[in-house]
């Protein structure tokens, strides 16, 4: 019943190919919440969406008690998108193994709904496969998680050769929230000066990021370029980086 | 082989400066700009070190630019194209010329990977060959993606400088990737250095109900408010700190930064 409502508001509300959806959890984050003060949610959102923009997509989404269950339904099938919010090996009751997905932000503490990839991937159905995915949380650049699936992304790296026209980002283990800033900062710019997605991650391992508290990981075509496909190439006076 | 790699340097350089005025070769008219190119090392002598033969073929060095680079420096920016205008190279320097950013585009996703000490001998062979300082003391690795990230943590008086130092990426072969020197600059340290109980005490006051120190502190040179501040384009003096690290009461990591001096927080970071 669930996964036809789901199912029915997907199709109902699917996107058009050319949106970009950006999400933050900022309540799980918030004084409130912690007893510290952290705009990184919400730092972090913004320069996904500015560069997002930049790149020729139409950004939606929702920072903050916005981001819900019901907004993802909308959200789920866009073209490029973009999480940041807790994220874990969840366990997923209909095939009894550890699955990976995040928390949406709905206002609460803890308890917050958990977007599982069979949830995400029946949100999607008959959507193409994304361009671009960045899941900014734990664990869901793990093996383990099936969210790059559940976009349409296999979890493999290619170069050169069938080149898949997609590229997912995530994070193995741990994610502290100021690093992971730093190397998205440097992700979003290469991406900007026009450096494909592959490039672009090479571009910002050489951050001065602590690898301690982040280890990266992508999987999808290395030369993929994830701009809006009617935006064409940004402005590069004559440049295209590989 | 070496008699080559310069020759095709000193013919692209050549082309370079005939075929495209305003180069990264050709002074540029703004006067920071020219006073950089000085002591500019070319791209092209670069690329001649670390491409091969026939990966120098058509390659145009772009007019070079004047960047703020991740952590706020001004750089001069110097970039090659290859057919199509594609990036192949990119080489950021410091105004006074010195070496900052190193990143080759394309590099081959090799497989195997590399034991810690093959990953540290390749990555100090590369630094050698770009003739570059060698960094002192022991490296961390790490792997990431594929790649395989060399990493030596700059030190000034025994105490490490946060993000600082000389970082190498290979890939799973070896070959290069790009590497990056940063080298911030620092605050005046505290004339005096508060005790380590002393941070202790303080940094436990300002925890959240539930939160916990579970390390002792460690002195670092740090960028401040990276936790609460902006953080961008921070080419703010990094500060002398006391960090202390612990878990928030649903168990995530955190640590704070607070002056090794006033013992007044700097930042924070923790993990979602």
């Not at chain 1, 199912?7 to 799980?28: H, S």
């Not at chain 1, 209909?94 to 599982?116: E, Y």
């Not at chain 1, 995530?170 to 800033?181: H, K, N």
Request: charged share 20%; net charge neutral.
């Amino acid at each position: 019943m669930v996964g036809a409502v789901l199912l029915a508001a997907a199709i109902t509300l699917a996107p058009p190919a050319e949106c970009a959806t950006v999400f933050a959890n900022r309540t799980a984050f918030a004084e409130e919440c912690t007893g510290t003060a952290n705009t990184f949610p919400d730092r972090l959102a913004r320069q996904a969406r500015t560069a997002l923009a930049a790149l020729g997509w139409e950004v939606g989404g929702a920072v903050g008690p916005a981001f819900t269950r019901r907004a993802m339904v909308a959200g789920a099938a866009s073209a490029a998108f973009y999480v940041h919010s807790h994220g874990d090996l969840y366990w997923d009751t209909k095939s009894d193994v550890r699955v990976g997905g995040f928390r949406a932000d709905a206002g609460l503490c803890l308890g917050a709904p958990i977007l599982l990839p069979s949830e995400i991937a029946a949100m999607r159905r008959g959507a193409p496969t994304a361009s671009l995915v960045y899941i900014s949380s734990c664990h869901n650049g793990e093996r383990a998680s099936r969210l790059p699936a559940a976009f349409g992304i296999a979890q493999r790296k290619a170069q050169g050769v069938n080149e898949p026209d997609s590229f997912y980002v995530g994070y193995v283990g741990t994610a502290w929230q100021g690093v992971a800033f730093r190397f998205e900062r440097a992700f979003w710019r290469a991406l900007l000066d026009g450096a494909t997605a592959g490039a672009a991650f090479d571009r910002a391992l050489l951050v001065a990021y602590d690898p301690e508290h982040l280890t990266p990981e992508w999987w999808g075509g290395y030369g993929h370029l994830p701009h809006a496909p009617a935006a064409g190439l940004p402005d590069l006076g004559g440049r295209r980086y590989v | 082989m070496y008699k080559v790699r310069w020759s095709l340097a000193l013919l692209i350089g050549l082309v370079a400066a005939c075929g495209a005025p305003g180069t990264a070769i050709a002074p540029s008219p703004a006067p920071a700009a020219q006073s950089a190119s000085l002591s500019l090392r070319p791209i092209t002598t670069i690329a001649a070190l670390l491409l091969e033969p026939f990966e120098l073929r058509g390659l145009v060095a772009q007019p070079f630019d004047l960047v703020r680079s991740e952590s706020g420096e001004q750089r001069t920016l110097q970039v090659l194209v290859g057919v199509g205008g594609a990036e192949v190279l990119r080489v950021e320097s410091a105004l006074d010329g010195s070496l900052r950013l190193i990143a080759k585009s394309g590099v081959a996703l090799e497989g195997g990977g590399l034991s810690e000490s093959a990953a540290t001998a390749r990555a100090l062979r590369h630094l050698m060959r770009l003739g570059l300082d060698m960094p002192g003391g022991g490296p961390t690795v790490r792997t990431a993606a594929g790649r395989t990230l060399v990493i030596w943590t700059r030190e000034v008086r025994g105490v490490p400088v946060r993000n600082d130092g000389t970082r190498v990426v290979l890939n799973g072969a070896g070959a290069l990737v790009g590497l990056s020197i940063e080298a911030s600059p620092l605050a005046e340290p505290p004339t005096r250095l508060a005790r380590s109980d002393a941070a202790l005490r303080v940094g436990a006051a300002l925890l959240p109900s539930g939160a916990l120190i579970d390390a002792s502190p460690e002195l670092a040179w740090v960028l401040p408010t990276e936790g609460a501040g902006d953080g961008s384009g921070q080419r703010t003096p990094r500060r002398l700190a006391w960090c202390l690290s612990g878990v928030l009461r649903d168990g995530a990591g955190f640590e704070l930064l607070l002056d090794a001096g006033s013992l007044v927080l700097l930042g924070w970071d923790g993990a979602p």
